[in-house]
Each structure stands twice: as C-alpha cells, then as structure tokens.
C-alpha cells in the first residue's frame, strides 16, 4: 500500500540524515522525501512517499515517532487529503513538434516557463499519476531532462499537523 | 565566566557523576586539564576506549545510574562504537563525551577528525554536535535526561576542541523540556484492567519478563504480583534477576538455551504476560512457528515500537513497567473477581520439569556447568556475574541462580565477545567490595585483555573464570551441528599462559585442571585472595555443549536435548 507521510521535525543539522538513516537501517522503502522549514523556521516538515503492508506502516511511524528530533508524525494517506507533486521538464521543441509541445502542455495544464529555440521547459503541478500520465503522453526521444519534487500533501479540512 | 572544558566538569559534578571512565588525546586537553583541577568527579583511565564504554555501561546496568565516558577525537571516538552499540542494544543509559576537531576544522579532514555524529547516529537514543559554548550546558543536561528516561540508551556529545576553551556564564538548568521528546510513563487505565481481567481469566498463563523490568526497578513489584497470581515464570537472558531464580515459581530461562519447561509454558501457554521484553529471535526462534491460535497476549513496554513488532499483541500497554505493574496491583488488591485456577496447568509444568533439561554429562575433565555450580555456591549465589559471549555466558546464565536484579551483566543484544572484564570493573566502581565474577573464555578475554593493566592501578579484585576449551566454543558447537563438524577458524591456537600473563600485570594466576579442584581453588581465590585480581584458567572438557537449544529459525518446542544426540 501506498503511503504519505508527513513529519514535523525540530529544523536542526542532522534531522534529515536521521529519518533517511532510519529508513535504510531498518530496510522501510522511501519513494520520494521532501523538506523545508515551515512558517516557524525552527520546525521543517518533511514528507515521505513509502510503500508497505500495515504492519510495516505501524513500525514506520512507531520508530520515526522514537527519533528524539521528531515532533510529530502522521499518516496523511489515512484520512482526506490532498497532493501534489511540482515537475520541471526540458523538451525538445523544434519543428511540427514545438507547436505540439505547447498542445500537451495546455492540456495537462502545465506552463512553459522557459523558451530558447529548440528548448521549452514546462512546469507541471499534480498527483504524481498525472505527472506520469503527461510523461507517457510525450514523444520519449523528446524529453531531454525531467526533475521532479517529490510528492507534498496536507490533510483536508479541520486535519491540521501543527505542534 | 568559566571555559567550555570547566562547564562540562561542573555540569558532571551537577549530575552527581562519580566515575567519568576515559582516555585523554589532542581534543580533549582543555577538559583533561578542568578535570586535574578538582576532586569531585573520579577519572578512571581505562587502556582502550572501547573498555571505557564497556565500564561505564556495566557501571549503570549495577547502579541504575546513568554512566559516563570521555574520549578524544578520531581514533578515541572510533574505538568507542562498539561499546556504545553494545550499550544500544541493551538500552543503557550512558552519556559519551567525545572531543571533535575546532569547529573551523570540521569538514577538512583535520588531524583526528572523523563525522562522530554520523558514525554513531544509528546506534545512540540521541547524539549532539555543540557548536556554541552557550549551548554546552543544556546540551550536557538534555543528554543525561534522554539517556535516562523513556527507554534508556547511550547519547553522545559530540564537542568540538575550540568551544571547550571559550568562556561564558555557567548555569546549569534543573530541568529541561522539549516539545519533541515526552515519553509515556504511566499506562493507560483502561487497557490495564483489561489486562487483570485476561489474567484472572488464565488458564495456562506464563510471565515473561525481560530487562524492562530491571531497567524500571520493578522486580520486586513483578515478584509480588506474580506470587499472588502463582503464576509460572520465565526470565530472558536480560531479565535474569528480575525474578528470584530459586522460587519455586520460576521455570527458568527461555529462548534459544532455555529450559525445556520454560520454553514449553511460553509456546502452549494461553496468555502470555510480555513485561518489559521484546519476544526477539533468541527468545521465541521463529515467531511464524511460535505459540497458539488462541492465545492472547498482553505486553508492557515502555517502547511501542517494541509492541506488535514481531508477535502480535492483543493488550499492549504503553508505559513504565513499575507503574504499569503498580497499578495492576492496586486492582488486584481490590474486589478479585476470579482466582485464576493454574493447578492444572502447574501439574503439566512440572510434567515438564522432570525431563530435567539442564542435567549434563559426566566427564574425567572439568565440565563448564560444574564450574559455574561450585561459583555460585562459593560466591553464596549473591556475586555479581559478568560475563563475555559464548558457551560460558550461557552456562553462566543457565547455572548461576540470580535472586536479585543487577546483578547478571552480559551483552544480551548486541553479543559483544570483550566486555566481560570492563564490565566487571565498572561493576566494582558502582558496588565497591562486592564480590566480581567475570565468566569468560578463552577467545573473549583476550579481546579486552589489556585492561588487567586497569584492574591493578586501581586495585579491583575481580575474579576472572576464564572457561578454558582451547576453542571458540559457540561457534565450534554450531559448526558440530549445523555444519558436519568442519571447524572452520574456531580453534584457538598460540594462547597464552594465562597464569604468567596475570602475573606479569601483578594479578594472581592459577590453572585448574582437576575436577577436584574446582571447588578449592575458588574458595581460595574468594578468601585468601578476597582482595586479589585472581585469573582462574579452568581448563575444561573441550566437547561440552550448551543444551537446551533451539536451532536459528525454528521453534521454542523444536528443542535439541542433550540426549538426543
Ligand atoms: C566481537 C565478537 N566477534 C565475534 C563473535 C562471534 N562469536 C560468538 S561466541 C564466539 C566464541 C567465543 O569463544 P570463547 O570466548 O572462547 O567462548 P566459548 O564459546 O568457548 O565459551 C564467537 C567468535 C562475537 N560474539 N563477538
Ligand atoms: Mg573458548
């Protein structure tokens, strides 16, 4: 099963190579991590994309709840919530393909934030499926380079992580 | 204003450290020279760093009290890692000072530099860079209480050389909070009396108890209520203590060397009463072979991350286990619903005692069981045990009856040959004139062996049993039986006269190779030498082998006995 889950942790040096640490002593799979500060800069919040059965999913937060650092953990995948995921992606656009490039864009809703050329560089916000779904959609020998953020979420509602 | 090096002294004599166990080097100078400066806090120079983790570690597990080392930078540091993942594993609460290259130099590949905080990031409960004097007090005081609350562990302050030699104002908070770290100390209410309920409702019940309850100071809270319920009981290697061994109710250890009864009551026991243990490979073998469909069990830990790991748990309760049990008595004290009916139940146990699982063959030569026999009857089963890993460490366990908590001291966890002699002399430090055992072997001692240079400058009297088998009898005992008796590097080949090697450290050397004198000669080390080191190299029948045994991977019923082969 397909797991997110967010952390607050105290902004200190080493925080992060604790959980990243953590996850491969103990063989929990990461998918993809992000971190930054929060609105109180002494607290970061990390994000973590992991994959396991329940059991697995329990020891998870049980040990990232142990790390002295860690504040809070939750399971954001447990309950309503929203994601999504940021992508930066350099295509070839020459030719009948630079018009093409702009359709798929429009139509994913992305924005192309650079222009040289031969180059466009399009920005894309989603789930990470429909990041997929736009790179499916392309012409692979047009893709020169992809960078992707990693998946962020937050809770729906009145499901708020704060300390 | 007082230096960074004069702080960490004064928040040590704050925390009322005794011991600070160490070895001095390039970045630790300026402490070394606060500590030279005053009386209050005892530095005991160890030959190894890896021995002063050890003593420092063994120093708690007989004080309760948080133990303390100090090592220098790189190589200092280094050497430590083994004691402090040793410590880890048992979760033991020590602090470990260590010097760090000036902040300026951090990241340069300076002289005795090395990424302490990265090294041993996965096997402390916490570790700390301080990297501005104004934070060296707090830091040192959050240390002590993070090692010492919750469950315990060792944390590591990693100080530069530099902030030791800054000045500032010293004062030493009384308390420290911290928004992320809060452990659950009492348990929850309702999940307690849903525990007494399950217990009085047992049929074939079994206490487990493990080194949660020695950690906690709950073994007399654990006696009394397991004699009110006449439960049986087991211990784990780290629980030893935590229960009398020599009460009737107890059935011994369990797990991988545990008794036949013992292992038999915990695999077909209907609840299983978990108290401060871990159900870890060594104890239960294979969890997918462990135990009954309908079993319930309820489990203490003071560490959820411990409940539901490997065995499923129906009652966990999250909290101390002396407060746990403290108010699992208050409810049994009042209106009891029920007297839960084990007469059944301890006539099967006793079905299962008679097989007498721990009998051992005779021999011309000197049986290692017999040995730690004679010991404890010598020692008026009231010394303190330390011990290395291996054969030894299990006969010692299995054969030296332990009444009180404190006073088994092995590396249960992490297995870690060498610790035997330093925990010994940390043992001595926290309990000066106690009598000190150190069960050993051949191949163990001599991974610590240098520290028999220590014992003499500070005069500890520790009696070394060393269970001579020419062998690394563990590994040689699995290679006979899992591996058609091709004993690949298990001898040990050019050992040393054990005797002149303790004599030329000062210490009393004697060889013992009769059964007959196994008796006398121990009594001659605990009297006539009660204030000697005395180094009894007991040469042993090199085939003894540790039964009961559960084999890697299978399950508590599937023993191997000593007759069977
Ligand atoms: C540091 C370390 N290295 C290796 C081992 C693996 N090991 C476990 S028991 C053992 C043999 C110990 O030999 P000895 O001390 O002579 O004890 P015996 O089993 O003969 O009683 C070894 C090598 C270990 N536990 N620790
Ligand atoms: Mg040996």
Redesign the pocket.
Known sequence: MRHIISILIENESGALSRVAGLFSARGYNIESLTVAPTEDASLSRMTILTRGSDEVLEQITKQLNKLVDVVKVVDLSEAAHTERELMLIKVRATGKDREEMKRMADIFRGRIIDVTESTYVIELTGSSAKLDSFIAALDAGLILETVRTGVCGIGRGDRILKV | MISGAEIVIRCLQEEKVEYVFGYPGGSVLHIYDALFKQEEVKHILVRHEQAAVHAADAYSRSSQKVGVALVTSGPGVTNTV?GIATAYSDSIPMVVLCGQVPTAYIGQDAFQECDTVGITRPCVKHNFLVKDVKDLAVTIKKAFHIASTGRPGPVVVDIPKDITAQVCEFDYPKTVQMRSYNPVVKGHLGQIKKAVQILQEAKRPIIYAGGGVILSEAAEKLTVLARKLKFPVTNTLMGLGAYPATDPQFVGMLGMHGTFEANNAMHYADVVFAVGARFDDRVIGNPEHYGQEKRRVIHIDIDPSSISKRVKVDVPIVGNVNEVLDEMLKLLDGDVVTDPDVADWWKQIDQWRGRDSLAYRQSAHIM?QYVIEKLYEVTGGDAFVTS??????M?AAQYYKFDKPRRWINSGGL????VGLPYAMGVLFANPGAQVACV??????Q?CIQELSTCKQFELPIKIIN???G???????WQEMFYSKRYSQ?Y?TSLPDFVKLAESYGHVGMRIEKPEDVEPALRKAFTEHKNDLVFMDFIIDPGANVFPMVAAGKGLTEMILAEDL
């Not at chain 2, 050993?440 to 001692?445: H, K, L, Q, R």
């Not at chain 2, 062998?471 to 005992?477: E, F, P, S, T």
């Open positions: 083994t290692p290395d890993v291996g054969q030894h460490q006969f297995g870690t040959m060498g050993t072997g051949e191949g163990s001692i991974m269970l001579n088998n062998m690394l009898g563990m590994v040689r005992q298990s040990v």
